[in-house]
């Protein structure tokens, strides 16, 4: 889960990571291992997350990483969710399910979408209102998110049992 970018205004806004989260099917709970990417905001996000009126999966904080951890860290995982950042491209270079957060800002999505995007296992979304810049990650169709997000769960689940 790396719903921060570098720059503090590129981030999925606490309650709509929430709402997300919220919406996991509560059988999946303690099958996963929902861990947030380290950045210098995780406390306060997570005092966020702690805040939202739903029950939500556990999330595990990562510490600060050297370049070879957080690669081997993003090619553990089997599902990444991120806003527009290094991760997605990073995610996409190991062929991860990807849920990627855009701002709906044309140029930057023409430059920076993910490379995998036309495939199944990646869904990137983009925010309901045009952007001014790439930074504005957040107002999404949580509907279609979470619809994807637990098929792609779900889907993910029934491979690791075979």
């Known amino acids: 889960l790396c719903p921060q970018g570098s ?8 309650d709509e990571c929430g709402r997300i ?7 999946f709970f303690e099958r996963l291992d929902i861990q947030l990417g380290y950045n210098s905001h995780n406390e306060a996000y997570l ?30 995982a ?6 527009d950042s290094g991760t997605v491209h990073v995610a996409c270079a190991f062929g991860k399910s990807l849920l990627a957060f855009y701002a709906d800002f044309p140029a930057n999505i023409a430059r ?16 309901r209102a045009i952007a001014l810049d790439s930074d504005a990650t957040q ?21 690791s049992d075979n």
């Open 78 to 83: 089997d599902l990444i969710l991120a806003v």
């Open 21 to 27: 989260l919220a919406e996991i099917k509560p059988q």
């Open 7 to 14: 720059y503090w205004k590129r981030r999925l806004p606490a």
């Open 112 to 127: 920076w979408q993910p490379y995998s995007c036309e495939k199944e296992n990646t869904k990137m979304v983009i925010g």
């Open 47 to 76: 005092s966020e997350l702690a805040e939202y009126p739903a029950t939500l999966p556990v999330i595990r904080a990562t510490h600060k990483t050297t370049v070879g951890q957080y690669l081997a860290l993003v090619n553990s």
């Open 139 to 159: 107002d999404y169709d949580l509907e279609q998110v979470t619809t994807w997000l637990n098929c792609q769960i779900s889907k993910l689940l029934k491979h």
